[in-house]
């Protein structure tokens, strides 16, 4: 996605679009976007301007960093990704163990019908030979 030409662009569009969640969830991100958005503009105006442009040491130290963020994925968007899939791990471990809850719960209950099936079987039983009993006597 950001090996194209447009990719700080690609970048700072993505950041858009995820950008009440990332505000939400990630402590850096507003300072990440403005960061990039300010490079973005340095870089155009360091390649349209014939003129000297101030490039400050805190702009190249901005780039650096955001550089190596992306290269250990502890750039915003990839922290938003891993915080996302984190989220839908444990929603697929709730939803089963939820299945296993609910498997339980059946067993549980055709365990009961058995054994009241078992009982009733018993009485019956039982009574039969009750009956047959006093009519021998």
């Known amino acids: 996605m950001y090996a194209a030409s447009?990719?700080?662009?690609?970048y700072i569009n993505r950041m858009e679009?995820?950008?009440?969640?990332?505000?939400?969830?990630?402590d850096k991100w507003n300072t990440d976007y403005y960061t990039l958005k300010h490079l973005r503009w340095l870089r155009n105006t360091i390649v349209h301007n014939l003129e000297?442009?101030?490039?400050?040491?805190?702009?190249?130290?901005?780039?650096?960093?955001?550089?190596q963020q992306i290269l250990?994925?502890?750039?915003?968007?990839?922290?938003?990704?891993?915080?996302?899939q984190k989220h839908l791990t444990k929603e697929k471990l709730s939803i089963h163990?939820?299945?296993q809850i609910l498997e339980n719960v059946r067993y549980k209950k055709q365990n009961r019908r058995n054994l009241f099936?078992?009982?009733?079987?018993?009485?019956?039983?039982?009574?039969?030979?009750?009956?047959?009993?006093f009519k021998i006597f």
């Open 72 to 84: 250990n994925r502890k750039d915003s968007l990839a922290l938003l990704y891993m915080m996302k």
């Open 97 to 99: 163990q939820d299945k």
């Open 17 to 26: 679009v995820f950008s009440n969640e990332g505000r939400y969830l990630i």
């Open 6 to 10: 447009q990719g700080v662009t690609e």
């Open 117 to 133: 099936n078992i009982t009733i079987v018993l009485i019956i039983a039982v009574l039969v030979m009750i009956v047959l009993n």
């Open 52 to 67: 000297e442009t101030d490039c400050s040491l805190e702009d190249l130290q901005s780039l650096k960093e955001f550089y």
